[in-house]
């Protein structure tokens, strides 16, 4: 049937049924002497519903009927030997239309084609005999009145979702400044709150205690405030004294009130500021006589290059560029805090303004920057870049009672040397990260020529470092679960997440070409944060099914020696409103053996919070239990060439074998890896492992949907 109808809106509903004021409907008939579409006219034409008739060969009519966006009900007769063509593709292409299909009389032989059963498998909402008139009827105005609340249904749906991105457009953009917070953790907040606290996006923010934002006297007031608000009370304000990220005084009044967001309880944060203290944008890109406020984004490092092409053109000069890192930040925010160490940042640069006062600036990070300056030999820029080391180092910040300091190392590179500001720029920051993988601190390294080098490798590695910047920033990352099976009849839920990254081609980079450069230039801690924030997120949606699903989460040494890690961990966990043994962390016996001593206290904090970890790729050092010893893990994972050797070598079980009793022995859950075919399933069963996990179960999916049930 081809329809030509009125819109939808004109439609009403009487007793469960679609009222006369319904759009027509057309016929397809074939062949066009077909007599019985006219008794079928005549039908609802008696019960009401208006008709159009459109008698047309079915192939023809099928494909107008597909263009035409006005369809909502078709009636197919006698085309019985183009169902098998016509009935698919018009199902396929107007998935909510109903579609009945009128059959002959049933003493007239019909080829099994039309058979009921066979005709709703090729997408017939119906099947209706010739001589079941009322029948038909009936089965007609109940599909309309199916049309007409899935109309509704959609229009209403489109009008919810249109009220909730409007809600939550009035709600980021307003003027008044409002968070949400549970159990005292932020989990969103507005445009207006970000700017008056500092923060850039909401991400930076979220799960931060509203608490470590406010002086100590207001924290002990808001404490007492929560109190009331848990006995009951529905709202509750104060007044309150805080510290912005850059370090300016904010002062002003806060209202609390019972909320919900998302369909959860929550208190929703009205902060209103006292006049004459909110802040001001922080400086980071700057040139002569220019202030912009802090960014990283490209339009900054565009505006740094142009300044910095400007002065080596109006000069004769040599140009450099000088690369500045301060020391040990990531202690500094461990020991005194995130707001004193920024504070300390913040006064150092400023420091350095008279010296930079006519150079191209730019700051990458809080703690990290470049200058583009130009100097007569390379005994001067040495000397000018030293001047900056020692001011640096003279600089302290008073908090609470104590004054803190930091140290710089600088690297540069010369402009000669390189050929452009873009490739000098690089060279300079890649030494800078060279000198921070050697722990070099607190001093000046700038080389007098970079021939004889191999730029070739350094260029692949800062090619891998802003393939990782943009991934970050891009959501370019891919995250793979792979079930983790137990062999000893625990059905609980248990993934082990694998970490993938696409270039520019959206192709598909192996982990071994980028991780170990993020190591090495301590951007790794940044992959594993977002790895874990975006797998709990996705775990956290997986468990409100209500499943009890736990993930095991690959850590880098850069997480496992950052001392900041086990806290936000902490508070992420929380936010998520996850248990604590919800997410299993896992260390490389490589990274654990080069980290022992960090990487033991790392496991006795996580043991402390009750949650576990696990030890993979084991047995490649020469004596694997005496790391073994050193470290409290719960859960050991042998390395899978240990695996491959099953196959290939006489002795490989009995030497796995021995080697899952002896871990068994040590109070260890073991996990094989690498489990390929039901030969290698049935040894590792009686080798006595606990886990396993390998294509043979399941190759690792985007999403986690692996039937324990089914084991």
């Not at 050797?645 to 068994?664: H, N, W, Y």
Request: charged letters at 20%; proline letters at 4%; hydrophobic letters at 40%.
């Amino acid at each position: 049937m081809r329809a030509r109808s009125t819109p939808l809106e004109t439609a009403s509903i009487e007793n469960g049924y679609m009222s006369v004021n319904h759009s027509p409907l057309c016929f397809l008939i074939a062949p066009k002497s077909e007599p019985t579409i006219h008794t079928l006219e005549a039908a609802l034409g008696a019960a009401g519903i208006t008709t159009e008739l459109a008698v047309d060969t079915p192939l023809t009519a099928v494909d107008a009927l597909i263009e035409d966006p006005r369809c909502d009900l078709v009636v197919l007769t006698h085309a019985f030997e183009h169902l098998q063509t016509c009935l698919p593709r018009l199902r396929e292409q107007k998935p909510h239309t109903p579609i009945i299909v009128v059959a002959p009389t049933r003493s007239a032989s019909a080829p099994t084609c039309i058979q009921t059963a066979a005709t709703m498998s090729m997408g017939a909402t119906d099947v209706i005999y010739a001589d079941q008139i009322e029948q038909f009827v009936l089965v007609v105005k109940r599909e309309l009145a199916h049309v007409c609340h899935h109309y509704r249904f959609t229009q209403m749906r489109h009008a919810l979702k249109h009220s909730e991105e409007r809600f939550r457009t009035l709600r980021d953009d307003h003027k008044t400044a409002v968070a949400y917070l549970q159990d005292g953790i932020h989990i969103h907040a507005n445009r207006t709150y970000l700017n008056l606290f500092g923060y850039e996006r909401v991400e930076d923010l979220s799960g931060e205690p509203l608490i470590d934002l406010l002086s100590s006297s207001s924290g002990t007031e808001l404490r007492s405030k929560f109190k009331a608000l848990r006995k009951g009370e529905k709202s509750a304000a104060l007044t309150f004294q805080s510290k912005t990220t850059t370090d300016a005084p904010l002062v002003g009044r806060m209202l609390i009130n019972q909320a919900q967001l998302d369909g959860e309880a929550c208190l929703q944060i009205s902060v209103v500021p006292k006049k004459g203290t909110t802040p001001s944008a922080a400086m980071v890109t700057r040139q002569p006589g220019a202030v912009v406020e802090e960014t990283t984004d490209k339009s900054s490092l565009t505006e740094f290059i142009a300044a910095a092409e400007r002065l080596f053109k109006n000069t004769d000069r040599q140009g450099y560029i000088l690369a500045i890192g301060l020391d040990d930040h990531q202690n500094l925010c461990g020991t005194h805090g995130l707001i004193d160490a920024e504070a300390l940042c913040r006064k150092i640069w400023q420091h350095l303004d008279p010296i930079t006062d006519q150079t191209p600036t730019l700051l990458i990070s809080s703690h990290q920057g470049v200058i583009a300056t130009t100097a007569e030999s390379y005994h001067n820029i040495c000397s000018v870049a030293e001047d900056m080391r020692k001011a640096i180092s003279e600089q302290s910040y008073k908090a609470q009672n104590q004054a803190i300091r930091s140290s710089a190392t600088i690297s540069g590179a010369a402009l000669s040397d390189h050929g452009s500001t873009t490739r000098t720029l690089d060279a300079a920051f890649a030494d800078l990260m060279d000198m921070r993988a050697a722990q070099n601190a607190n001093l000046v390294h700038i080389p007098v020529s970079t021939k004889g080098k191999d730029p070739q490798s350094k260029d692949n590695v800062r090619i891998i470092l802003r393939q990782i910047t943009d991934a970050i920033d891009h959501q370019k990352f891919i995250l793979l679960f792979q079930p983790i099976i137990s062999l000893r009849g625990d059905t609980e839920e248990h993934y082990e997440v694998f970490l993938r990254m696409t270039d520019d081609t959206a192709q598909p980079i192996e982990p071994e070409r980028f991780l170990q450069a993020a190591i090495d230039n301590e951007v790794a801690g940044q992959i594993d944060r977002w790895v874990i924030m975006q797998s709990i997120k996705m775990l956290s949606a997986h468990r409100a099914k209500g499943m009890t699903t736990r993930l095991t989460i690959n850590l880098t040494s850069n997480s496992v020696t950052d001392p900041e890690f086990i806290q936000w961990h902490q508070l992420v966990l929380k936010a998520a409103r996850l248990p604590s043994d919800a997410v299993i962390y896992q260390i490389t016996e490589k990274d654990a053996t080069k980290n022992l001593r960090q990487t033991r206290v790392f496991i006795e904090e996580l043991r402390k919070l009750h949650s576990r970890a696990s030890l993979s790729r084991f047995g490649l050092i020469e004596d694997p239990f005496a790391t073994l010893r050193q470290l409290p893990v719960d859960m050991v994972k042998l390395d899978g060439s240990l695996v491959t050797q099953l196959q290939t070598e006489r002795g490989a079980t009995a030497q796995i074998t021995a080697r899952i009793k002896k871990l068994q022995a040590a109070g260890k859950l073991t996990i094989v890896p690498m489990v390929e075919n039901a030969k290698i399933l049935s040894t590792l069963w009686q080798a006595g492992a606990n886990y396993i996990q390998g294509h043979y179960v399941q190759e690792p999916s985007a999403r986690m949907d692996y039937d324990f049930s089914s084991d």
